[in-house]
């Protein structure tokens, strides 16, 4: 083959992030989106600061990030009496060096879509193109097998081909044909935004109920001349899953009449749900879906990256997060070892492979990841969602044997704080345990940081190999 080229089956927030990070550094790289038009789709997101600081590597600005979402300010926990439980600073206002951002989803992919196609050239996004399947040939090349809009196939060789297509990802399908299906462990968000003033600091993170019934609230956008802001909520419920997921579709738009009698008396002096979700924009249902976790996230040439590789709860709010860190990291490991299949390797080292982390060294298996002596790494994300549905000992695994007031900070090995509040739920509220959001994400300042590259994986990696 001649010059490098690399293939990306996906062209999500996850997929644009590989496409920028390697324009950054100089590779080729052509991005193949199913879809015939990208749209703002969706609701709200969060960007936790370890990814902020990683788009600000990208080149992508406070102004950009401002004109799509807003920096939150405070997680707040509020019990149904609608009195506080817990509420801590986020962001710049913990300490951090990088905000935290909620965005929306839509306005944020474009952004990303627009940064890639300005630098990039538009032909490098390739819509209406569906990648189906992959090839591995003998000289070291992948081929893609792709499905297009109008009926017609074709195949597309590079040097490397990144499977970011998701949840439903066909490329994994192919790498793990004995894998689970979809799990749906009882848990239905409705979600979807609603023109109104903010609370408490104009841009709070507010979970308010309990496990089987509760709703998370927060603004993705400044307020208007009028005082209004677009408010994102998510209004959940935990179900029977015995039967599994009856329904049509894993995510669908809904009338507001199906779910909001649910959360009628969810009325205070501060908030009243019922009118905030009957003056609603839009309102999608979405269950909480999640996959079991697999050996490996590489096959030859192809590698797995964002949901196609570990599936995470929404309500750990790290979603995609994780996957501009997958871009990130896939980025440093074709600088050390070029666009190869080592390079591959080596980042599913760095993620996936779990073997260098020692359970018998009294580490705690958290939502996203694994904290303790040994390493950080997503396998822990997908093994503690499979440990939990198993019914394990999830209370001692979550708080490691501490009381809920010493649960929330604690210092790592190397001295740097740990904050375990981003799922918005004390331990037992969630059901999947603390989000290792802020573990080692990013150290506060005055904390010793360790060098980088010229592309820096986040402090989310490297800070755990100097602990």
Not at 114 to 130: P, Q, W
Not at 170 to 193: F, K, V
Not at 202 to 214: A, K, M, N, P, W
Request: net charge negative.
């Amino acid at each position: 083959m001649g010059k490098p080229r690399v293939l990306i089956a996906g062209g999500g927030i996850g997929g644009l992030s590989a496409a920028l990070t390697l324009n950054q550094i100089g590779v080729d790289c052509v991005v193949f989106e199913s879809v015939r038009e990208l749209k703002p789709l969706g609701v709200g997101i969060n960007i936790q600061p370890n990814a902020v600081r990683e788009l600000y590597d990208m080149g992508i600005t406070e102004s950009d990030m401002d004109r799509v979402g807003v920096k939150a300010r405070e997680w707040a926990l509020v019990g149904l009496n609608g009195n506080d439980i817990y509420a801590e600073p986020r962001g710049e206002e913990a300490g951090y060096h990088w905000p935290q951002y909620a965005v929306h989803r839509g306005e944020f992919h474009m952004l990303l879509h627009d940064k890639f196609v300005e630098r990039a050239g538009k032909d490098a996004v390739r819509l209406g193109a569906k990648v189906t399947g992959y090839e591995n040939n003998a000289d070291g090349s992948v081929t893609a097998l792709i499905e297009h809009a109008d009926g017609t196939t074709s195949r597309e060789t590079g040097s490397l081909l990144i499977a970011a297509d998701g949840i439903h990802s066909a490329l994994r399908a192919q790498m793990h044909p004995e894998q689970p299906p979809i799990h749906w462990g009882g848990a239905i968000m409705w979600r979807g935004t609603t023109r109104a003033k903010p609370i408490r600091t104009g841009s709070s993170f507010i979970g308010l109920g309990t496990h089987q019934h509760r709703m998370v609230i927060y603004p993705i956008s400044a307020p208007d001349a009028d005082g209004l802001a677009t408010i994102n909520w998510i209004a959940e419920m935990t179900l029977d899953a015995s039967d599994g997921w009856q329904s049509t579709g894993w995510f669908r738009p809904v009338e507001i009449e199906e779910f909001a009698e649910n959360f009628e008396a969810f009325k205070y002096d501060w908030l009243d749900v019922p009118e905030m979700l009957r003056n609603a924009d839009v309102s999608y249902e979405n269950p909480m879906i999640d996959r079991e976790p697999v050996e490996t996230w590489v096959d030859g040439g192809v590698a797995l990256m964002g949901d196609a590789a570990h599936a995470m709860y929404p309500t750990g709010s790290n979603g995609a997060s994780q996957a501009i860190i997958d871009a990130r990291t896939l980025g440093v490991a074709m600088l050390e070892h070029g666009v190869t299949r080592a390079a591959l390797a080596a980042y599913d080292d760095t993620l996936c492979d779990y073997r260098r982390c020692d359970p018998g060294r009294g580490t705690r298996r958290v939502h996203g990841g694994l904290q303790g002596g040994g390493g950080l790494c997503h396998r822990g994300a997908e093994r503690r969602s499979a440990h939990h549905r198993r019914g394990g000992d999830c209370e001692r695994e979550r708080t490691g044997g501490m009381n809920r007031r010493n649960w929330w900070h604690e210092a790592a090995p190397c001295g740097a704080p740990f904050c375990f509040g981003g799922c918005g739920f004390v331990p037992g509220y969630c059901g999947l345990g603390p989000n290792p959001a802020h573990i080692c994400a990013e150290l506060p300042r005055g904390w010793q940081r360790p060098p980088y590259p010229r592309i820096r994986s986040s402090v989310y990696l490297q800070c755990v190999r100097w602990c």
